[in-house]
């Protein structure tokens, strides 16, 4: 299936259905086929990085719930992390986040990691013309949002975890809310799974397609599930856990050709299926979790840790020098770089998201393949263009 | 070609003379026309939309449209109506006709379903600028709705609504009911072409392929029933499927032999396949082609092409209902129904019709609310590889049937249709023709949970089973 | 899998070529200064080595070290290499210093792929051209733009494609002022070109 007549271009976006925001891709087409295509970039740039150099440690937080939208609690956490190592590499003003709070942090870490494969998963099926999944797994984010909303009053962009700490303490019965959560949902995903993941159309229509090898998935950049696809046994929760991940013993899925016998290492099926079974991981992980929270504070509405206060939120003055640090979002590692030149703003803050190299290998793999096949792997690679672009 | 029975009859009556003249001939083609047409087929292809929508919503556990209901139509119907009086006359006459019994709930029952969306809808519709773009054919682009609406429609001049609710009689009604579809066809290329859009012009050369791809495995199905039944003309092939004693369903072809049962599921798939619906849309394709070959159309325009759509998919169920489900007859006690008034009669029988059409219209919607769409390439080796192979074989099966077949009974019990001869093979050999193939279907289907064994255990852990 | 500690790390790279110095930033954090000119060479050692086997590029990315306090090199963009062997789980930082004068660096995405983007991106935001990449063009920004803003002297155009940048009649400045900072350039000086 190589193109033979003359191209035609097509403008995929930046409006488009299937392109999940403004992200646009030039393709050079023979009818059917794609020939090449050329990402174009930029339609979502809002200069994040460049903010980061004019607001105060604490106050760059919000923006970071902006980076990535989708699961703004684990964009919050990233930043909060790389600045808590940054504190710890003097001793002068180093920080220790309370038990709780790490535990509260891979709470709500998990549940946005669950909810992001929900929108991620959802949406690849959306693309391939399914749109009942799409729905049935918005309305289990609409739950978890709810949870999110009693805790810190947003439902999208939530600004929670504070740098040595979380915003709020969990609310009375929060535990129990999601307990209950969990078990209508895994009930939910089996439905879910029945109505799309074993679906003959959706293994075949992904089975085999834009396969990426384990070597070629390390050297192009790629992270978190796109990674594990194709089949590199890497997770930073495990392999460089920080917080409280390292006493939680992360199991990490790897791709294998879950398709079947049209299967491949690393194709869309297995990007799409990885997605799939970190949920899982992630809801036996707040369970984990949820068994050893530590009692509250007296207070239970006092920020736990953190650096809440206004006057001790002016304080957060890190010494000079300069950290990176990555952790495992949904998307993958979201690694900061972080300059300091010992004031109360930093000096650089660099943001390295996984969608932004997965967009990286879209001229790569979106060669001589059919065009329905494109929308199929924007999907499988579940970019978020706020991510690309920041 | 001769003038179906109430056309006939009207003419007469008109003219009060056996040999009507050609304007009473004209007036009753087109009271029989508005009646099963405009209102049957119209209004249902209309509430398609919001059918689709409260089917969709069910799949998808929401409500669907829920709030408009008549409620406007019906204050603005008391103003209009009652403009001599003054308002708070109206508003006192308007309060006065829902405080009747039934009214509020009626009112109610009409949010709840969302029907107002209907009125709404076409009053948007209605209300859009009709654009035709810079880069477009305008000639093309402007006929393109007209013709699609031709294509869906035209069909139903032939087909059997009641027993005496035919248009027109014409001998070869199934041929020529696929051969007028074919117009849609057209239609869709030259909106594809017409419209100067790449995304529009690539669904109208998908629209294209596909169609007249699968024109071939509807064709092949329904050339099977004709074989069985050895006439064209769907109302005779109708009559044909009559069965006296209580249980006529009986008779339906559907049950008579397992091939033909193989010709509806075929002829189903492929009348999806020829209405564009998931999971063959390709034409539309909304995540990959934007919306396809009516991407550049908005207003009305673009709603003859939605409306076009739901047709073609009644018209699908009306064939499928007449080559298969015995048409209009009821499933039960056929033998009665034909000894009531024409009229009653008339009227059972396009109720009957209508729910089978129905039937086959929700079991469309359900499907594309539930699966996912097949990719370009998919949909061609499934219709030449599957299908077509699948309709030869049970031509095959069915003409060794005929062969081995022997006795006949009258085929109809309707008088003016010709008596023609049909297949009885008795009770064993009816069982005898069905043991083989449903072993055969058997196999396949546990074949098919083998291999639904054979999923690899991560699927198989996350549907619930055991790794 | 053997990770190599981080001092060993540092002599076998510094044996590469004698140019390479050790650093070490001000909060303890150890990093390597590889002259531009040994880059690839550097790069392609180290992924291809089987004891150093650094398959993953984790980050590009740079800096200006124009307003670092203390900084040996004002006249620098500092481009960060954060590499990473998935083979053996050990980690490294490169740095190079490009001269805002003459602000080329060869790039290494024949060494790594994923270079491919991060060095447009270090390319739009920061001015620091790649040597021999393949399409080095803008990625964030519309491709006339002026400037690059990650830059500490940068100064929003007053204007872009007929959309000024004032409000109120004041220019956005860059972020709050520090003590020690030179005046910000009076808003009638609208940058012309490329101010690198």
Redesign the interface.
Known sequence: MTPAGERMTLNLGPQHPATHGVLRIVIESDGEVVAACTPDHGYLHRSIEKIGECVEWPLFVPYTDRVDYVCAMNANLAYCVAVEKLLNTSAATAVQVPLRAECIRVLVAELNRISSHLIGVGAMAMDLGAYTPFMHGIAQRELVNDIFERLCGQRLTYNYVTIGGVGFDLYAGAEAEITRFFEQFEREMVRFNKLITTSTILRDRCAGVAPINAAEAVAWGLVGPNLRASGVDWDLRRDEPYGIYGQLGVRVPVGQAFAGKNGVVGDCFDRYLVRLLEIQESVRLCREVLKMLPPPADKPTDPVGGFQADVKRLLVKPPKGEVHCRTEAPRGEMGYYIVSDGTKVPYRVRVRTGSFTAAGIFHKVMRNIFLADVVAVIGSFDVVVPEIDR | MSLGYAVDALARWLTGSEDPASWAIAVAVFAVFVAPILLVVFPIAALGQILERKV?AA????HGPNSVGFDGVLRLAFRVCLFFLPRARQDRLLAAFCALPGIKGLLHLARRLGLGQLVADGVKMLGKEDMVPSGADGVVFRLAPYLALTGAFLPFCAMPFAHHLVMLEVPVSALYAIAVSGITVMALLMAGWGSGN??SL?GG??AVAQMVSYEIPVALAIAGVVLWSGTMDLHAIVGQQYQPGVLTFLGWNLLQSPFLALLAVVFFLAGLAECQR??F?MAE??????SGFNTEYSGLRWGMFAMAEYTEMLLIGALFASLFLGGYQSPIGEQWIVTWPVWLESLAHLLLFVTKVLASFLLMMWIR??????????VMRLCWLKLVPLCLLAMVGLAFTILLGNGTVPGTAYGRLPALPRLDLGVLGRLAAWALPLALAAILVVAARKR?G???P??RQ???GSA | MTALAPDVLTERVRGLAPAIEAQVSENGQAWLLVPARDLVLVCSHLRDHKDLAFDSLMDLTGYDLSRYPSSPRNDAIAVVYLLHSLRHRHKLTLKVYAPRADCVVPTVSGVWPAALYFEREVWDLLGVRFADHPSLRRIMCPDDWVGHPLRKDYLYPAEYQGVSHERDGQRFEHGPRRVGDPDPAPPTAAPKGDRG
């Open positions: 969709a799949v998808q556990r929401r790449k995304f690539l050369m998908r998931t999971p849309d394709a909304e995540s990959e082609l934007v609310w539930t699966l996912p769409r097949l990719r370009v390439d998919q639904h054979q999923l690899h991560a699927l996350l549907t619930g």
